[in-house]
């Protein structure tokens, strides 16, 4: 049974509107979440975290926000460029020490200019 | 620069061959991973090593092998004990092993089977 879940394969938005990635977790263990984006051939890098002792963090175009009673988190971006067109993986992490990350399946995301 | 190097970037398997995945970091990390990528499917973690001399096997770790004898290579073979070899192979590293330590991922091998 997956205990992280992006149920979106894929989501087509238009150039500047809003992008949103939903990321849903079943472990209530899990404490520390990550959000990586990735080009086709090439490794993933790294986005944007969140703890949960917070419910939102920023960066840039890019935002987190965390819902811990519902074991939800979002990506946002705003506004959406034709180069944001990847495929974003969400990550979940224990709190304790050496605890590995669980990743989900991922979500498509094409900008249409 | 520091990164992470894996090579080859394409790699073909004939039935009943070993073959092994490079991977080189100087980043001075612990930790080193190696995971797999297929079509609709999360990242699903082969093996792991924390330390010099030190592995653990991760959720799908049948039909592979690993060694970690220096910092900075952990190499991987994929034995012809694995009958559905076919993916794209990412290593990863990170410093430490707290929660909040990100994982740098490398580019890539895309194992095919011929």
């Known amino acids: 049974d997956q205990q992280v879940k992006q149920n979106s394969p894929s989501l087509s938005v238009q150039e500047g509107r809003i992008s949103i990635l939903n990321c849903d977790y079943t472990n209530s263990m899990f404490d520390y979440f990550l959000w990586y984006k990735k080009y086709p051939a090439e490794g993933p890098t790294f986005l944007i975290s969140i703890s949960s002792i917070k419910d939102k963090n920023e960066d840039g175009r890019f935002t987190v926000f965390l819902n811990k009673s519902a074991k939800h988190l979002s990506l946002h971006i705003v506004p959406s460029q034709p180069g944001d067109s990847a495929v974003y993986f969400c990550a979940a992490s224990g709190r304790n020490y050496g605890q590995n990350f669980v990743f989900g399946p991922g979500t498509r995301l094409s900008v249409l200019p | 620069d520091g990164g992470i190097t894996q090579s080859p970037k394409y790699l073909f398997r004939k039935e009943g061959q070993n073959v092994t995945l490079s991977c080189e970091q100087n980043l001075n990390h612990d930790a080193m991973y190696w995971y797999r990528q297929d079509p609709g499917q999360g990242l699903r973690l082969i093996y792991y090593s924390q330390i010099v001399n030190d592995f653990q096997k991760g959720d799908i770790a049948e039909g592979y092998s690993v060694s970690r004898e220096k910092k900075e290579s952990f190499p991987l073979t994929v034995t012809s004990a694995q009958k559905n070899p076919t993916a794209f192979y990412l290593c990863?590293?990170?410093?430490?092993?707290?929660?909040?330590?990100?994982?740098?991922f490398g580019s890539g091998t895309q194992l095919s089977v011929l």
């Open positions: 990863a590293s990170r410093k430490g092993q707290t929660p909040n330590e990100k994982l740098f």
